[in-house]
């Protein structure tokens, strides 16, 4: 075992979710065909001018208010200079002195406990291009040039690749439940920069590393594990670790140096002469702030105070903020809170499962649960036949789940008198069994309720056929 300690700081990107870029009125959707969603502007030809989408600065300002940072009144757009073929421009807008967030902090669980890591600021900026890599040939791809993107940067506070990641999914989920960016790794809409160093135990900070770009948990996970052991092996050999720009290649799992690091300096920094700062006032603040829904976390533990629910289950119908609405919507339309719970962990999460995807796609309203699982408490459909009414109603907000049971004709058979006589006939009809339960042979029973819902087509109210059944075999 090593004797040095970890610290790991990270800077988070994410693509905020604008329907418009930040600087012009470009389309901001993933997917789309190269350099369609492209104009002068964003495409970086001279002697344009930009324009701020408002929006992009409310969600960054929504995203700040959630996780508790101090709101600038006055804050301002600079220039970061650079050359790279993803950046047409040469420099990118982005804020350097004056952010749009300061502070703030972000508490979750990790390995059973419970851990803070503070922010030390948020800042909008532009995101650059995509270039695309195939053989011996690099194209660049502009539709990514201008989309918003929220830089958030942590105090050197995690110790491990379990903060870090621990704490990469709660903020990820903290924006979701914001509504400000889906930070869909797998579309790049969410990545992490780790700066990385180690230290023994009540000594100075060592010198750090950056290991840029890591799009997906996993790789984060992975770089860090990595890094951790490159620069023991560093210093246990009794070298010294460089500051320095790093790559983690996913492939082969190792990371290595790409520049030494770069200083502000080097960008040359100064003040976007195109941009006017943004002004914003207490009411602005307060109105933003009074917007936000409940997160995740206050969830979570609401439904355990409250609701009696397990951590296990309160932990899975917070997983998706469009799981926690719906099950939060169906509760207040007065479904049982437990059986409501059940249904959506079972029936509507394996329903909304995208295969491949991230996140859930959600086809009912809650007040349409709502009304299903009255029906199926009322005993009017069983829980089988519930799946098709489901079925029914999915994608289709109009539908009631009355009028899809009827539709299906579904409603179950609850008329006793009914019920007896089928079961008369069954039990004529098999003698055999029915002797054999008479006999003691208690498996029977199964059968016969088979027999029945077999009859009915599933539409027998199984608790009164069972009771039913052995009254009538036992005669
Ligand atoms: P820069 O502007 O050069 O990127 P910052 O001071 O803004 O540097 O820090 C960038 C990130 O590096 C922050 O997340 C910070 O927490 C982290 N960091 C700073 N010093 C260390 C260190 N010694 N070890 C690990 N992380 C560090
Ligand atoms: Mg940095
Ligand atoms: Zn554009």
């Not at 409310?58 to 993803?86: H, L, M, Q």
């Not at 599933?458 to 056929?465: F, L, Q, S």
Request: contains cysteine; glycine residues 8%; proline residues 4%.
């Amino acid at each position: 075992m090593s004797e040095y300690i970890a610290t790991i700081g990270l800077e988070v990107h994410c693509e905020l979710k604008t329907e418009t870029k930040l600087f012009c009125s470009c389309r901001n959707v993933f997917g789309a065909a190269p350099n369609t969603n492209t104009c002068p502007v964003c495409a970086g030809h001279p002697g344009v001018l930009p324009v701020i989408n408002r929006k992009a600065v409310e969600y960054t300002v929504r995203a700040g208010c959630a996780i508790g940072c101090e709101i600038s009144r006055f804050s301002k757009w600079d220039r970061k200079n650079y050359f790279y073929p993803d950046l047409p421009k040469a420099w990118q807008t982005s804020q350097y002195d004056l952010p749009l967030c300061i502070g703030g902090s972000v508490t979750f669980d990790v390995n059973g406990e419970e851990k803070t890591v503070r922010l030390n600021r948020i800042h909008l900026e532009e995101d650059a291009g995509k270039l695309v890599h195939s053989g011996n040939c690099t194209t660049v791809d502009y539709n990514r040039c201008g989309v918003p993107l929220m830089e958030c940067v942590t105090e050197p506070d995690m110790h491990s690749a379990d903060e870090a990641v621990a704490f990469l999914e709660e903020l990820a989920s903290i924006f979701r439940y914001s509504g400000v960016s889906d930070c869909r790794m797998q579309e790049g809409s969410i990545r992490a920069d780790v700066n990385l160093s180690l230290s023994r135990p009540g000594e100075p900070l060592g010198t750090r590393t950056e290991t840029k770009n890591l799009n997906s948990f996993r790789s984060v996970r992975r770089a860090i594990e990595a890094e951790i052991k490159r620069q023991t092996e560093v210093l246990e050999s009794g070298g010294k670790v460089v500051q320095e720009t790093r790559h983690f290649d996913d492939n082969t799992g190792t990371g290595y140096g790409m520049r030494s690091k770069e200083d502000a300096q080097d960008y040359r920094y100064f003040p976007e002469p195109d941009l006017m700062p943004v002004v914003l006032s207490d009411a602005d603040i307060e109105r933003i702030k009074a917007d936000l829904p409940e997160l995740k976390r206050a969830r979570r533990k609401r439904y355990v105070s409250e609701l009696g629910l397990s951590d296990y289950d309160a932990s899975q119908l917070t997983s998706e903020p469009e799981i926690a609405d719906l099950f939060d919507g169906a509760v207040k339309a007065g479904a049982n809170a437990k059986k409501a719970a059940n249904y959506v962990m079972s029936e509507i999460m394996r329903k909304g499962k995208t295969a491949g995807e991230d996140g859930i796609a959600i086809g009912v309203t809650s007040v349409q649960l709502a009304e299903l699982l009255s029906l199926v408490d009322k005993g009017e459909i069983n829980l089988v036949s519930s799946r098709d009414v489901l079925d029914k109603m999915w994608l289709n907000p109009n539908e009631s789940a009355a009028k899809a049971v009827d539709e299906l004709g579904l409603r179950q058979n609850n008329d006793a008198g009914e019920i007896e006589k089928l079961v008369r006939e069954i039990i004529a009809a098999n003698p055999g069994p029915a002797n054999d339960f008479r006999n003691g042979n208690e498996k029977v029973l199964s059968f016969f309720v088979g027999q029945l819902m077999k009859a009915t087509k599933g539409k027998t109210n199984p608790k009164i056929a069972g009771e039913l059944i052995r009254r009538l075999l036992s005669e």
